[in-house]
């Protein structure tokens, strides 16, 4: 019960100030309104954008996520099932994304996507918001693929599938535990970053 309590405390309390008049915020800060302000909701909606934000933030996340979804899942296959030139060398490449910080890619990014025309514009957030998920998830979803067994790959080819049928049929059937957590981690991460978006969009239109 305390620790539902600890949990609950900052929610109400943010509810409660979300209510208040601006001279209640600082005379009682942690009190009760004395009067209920249902208009910051409308103001906040309205005047400060905030539904366009919330909306740009969902077109986003969802849109990078599926993204970097679809592109990690299918490098992992190829990386954790198939053996070709310079596998290493590629493999050691999206394992370089881990030793980059992310403060170190904002001037880039930023010269990287006016070049590309993509400065300002929501699908360019959610390109280099899937680009930077990728290494994280690819070495997570490599590793999961590999306990797969492939026996039940031949299984598949054997009664017709191509590589694309075992991907489709198979692999990510079996991989949705992997992927459902990769998912939300990536829709965690993109909904609450604050530098890229405020580095790489100018204008608040969605």
């Known amino acids: 019960m305390i620790w539902g309590i ?42 400060a954008k905030m539904g366009t934000y919330f909306l740009n933030s969902i077109l986003v996340t969802v849109s990078s996520t599926v993204l970097v979804l679809f592109l990690s899942s299918t490098s992992a296959f190829a990386l954790a099932r198939f053996n070709f030139p310079f596998k290493g060398v590629i493999w050691a490449y999206i394992l370089f994304g881990f030793l980059i910080p992310h403060s170190l890619l904002l001037v880039p990014l930023a010269i990287f996507t006016r070049t590309l025309g993509i400065y300002n514009r929501l699908e360019g957030l959610a390109l280099i918001y899937a680009a930077i998920g990728i290494p994280w998830n690819t ?68």
């Open 6 to 47: 600890l949990c609950i405390f900052p929610l109400v309390w943010i509810l409660f100030t979300s209510l208040k008049y601006t001279h209640e915020l600082y005379s009682d800060p942690f009190g009760i309104p004395t009067s209920w302000k249902w208009a910051n909701y409308r103001d906040a909606w309205v005047h």
């Open 139 to 206: 070495f997570f979803l490599r590793a999961f693929m590999e306990t797969i067994p492939k026996e039940l790959e031949e299984a598949a080819i054997l009664d017709g599938a191509g590589m694309w049928g075992v991907f489709r049929h198979v692999i990510i059937p079996l991989s949705q535990p992997a992927l459902a957590t990769m998912a939300t981690f990536h829709i965690l991460a993109s909904w609450s970053e604050l530098i890229l978006a405020l580095v790489l969009t100018g204008s608040t239109a969605s």
